[in-house]
């Protein structure tokens, strides 16, 4: 069965989560009833990352048989920034191809439609698990990622590929000594010592 806590979290005790990204055909009433776990409805990418970024296990379901391209987009977009999510599609397309592209853009498992109670514990019981796997889990960078402001989200690409602080000042109209707040505050958020360390733990999930 689903594991109810996630030993290494640092918020021990806080259940797993769902978060179903709706659309005209995925919801929680259309998912099979007595399910054992959390479940939140949200409208958008953004709200996904927000829900799952609370140092706590989670996935996500989303309808993979629509708006499939802008469902890719926006996993890369996020992925781009070294933030993955657990994903379950759910299809009535299991052919070869779209497997693969399934796959390739993190996701955990597919499953079928008509949605059957143990299809979805099975691939849920297996996202939690990828979730929370490891000390640099999805989980817990996800949730790091989370504490950063925006300012730090958006020169994060940057300091990662080593750009110097002075001419990120000049990019970014703002003092050298900002970009330098901006590398501390971002490495102390995220629980490393250097950006090297920082690139490898975002990147060697890939």
Not at 143 to 162: A, M, N, Q, Y
Request: aromatic share 8%; hydrophobic share 40%; charged share 25%.
């Amino acid at each position: 069965m689903i594991k109810s806590t996630y030993d290494g979290n640092p918020s021990p005790g806080l259940r797993p989560v769902a978060v179903v990204l709706t659309s005209d055909q995925l919801s929680i009433p259309m998912l099979p009833d007595a399910l054992p776990f959390q479940m939140l409805e949200v409208s958008c990418w953004e709200s996904v990352f927000r829900k799952l970024s609370a140092f706590r296990p989670g996935c996500v379901f989303v309808d993979f048989d629509h708006q499939r391209d802008e469902t890719v987009t926006a996993v890369r977009r996020f992925a781009d920034q070294g933030v993955r999510f657990s994903i379950v599609g759910v299809t009535a397309d299991r052919s070869r191809k779209t497997l693969q592209r399934a796959m390739r853009n993190g996701f955990v498992d597919l499953v079928p439609r008509p949605l059957e109670h143990r299809a979805v514990m099975d691939a849920v019981e297996d996202a939690f698990r990828v979730d929370s796997d490891g000390i640099d889990s999805r989980c817990e960078l996800r949730s790091c990622f989370g504490c950063l402001t925006p300012k730090e989200r958006e020169v994060l690409p940057h300091l990662l590929l080593g750009v110097p602080s002075r001419r990120l000042a000049g990019q970014f109209a703002v003092t050298y000594q900002t970009i330098d707040r901006h590398r501390k505050h971002v490495i102390e958020k995220m629980k490393v010592d250097n950006m090297t360390e920082l690139a490898m733990k975002l990147y060697r999930q890939f």
